[in-house]
């Protein structure tokens, strides 16, 4: 399970069960994005679940995870997916 993220931030833009099904999902996207480059991360099974929930209830969605010291996304404290403004 891999996320899309941009690991200062935490923000989660795409998700898969292996790393080219996430970067796929990313590109399949309608995003827009200039900022720091974003990584495939490994991530916890709590998160895709999470993750995987938000996608069937809302296609619109932004998720915020932290990296552990292993490296891999896990849930963060945030309680969440939430709607960006603009």
Known sequence: MYVVVES?????????????EADRDFL????????P????????PALYRRLKTALERDKFFMFRCR??????AVCSK??????PRG
Request: contains cysteine.
């Open 78 to 83: 945030a309680t969440g997916p939430y709607r």
């Open 8 to 20: 200062t931030s935490g923000h989660v833009f795409a998700f898969g069960l292996t790393p080219e």
């Open 37 to 44: 480059s974003l990584e495939t991360r490994r991530c916890s």
């Open 67 to 72: 990296i552990n010291r292993d490296g891999i």
């Open 28 to 35: 399949s996207r309608d995003v827009w994005y200039d900022g």
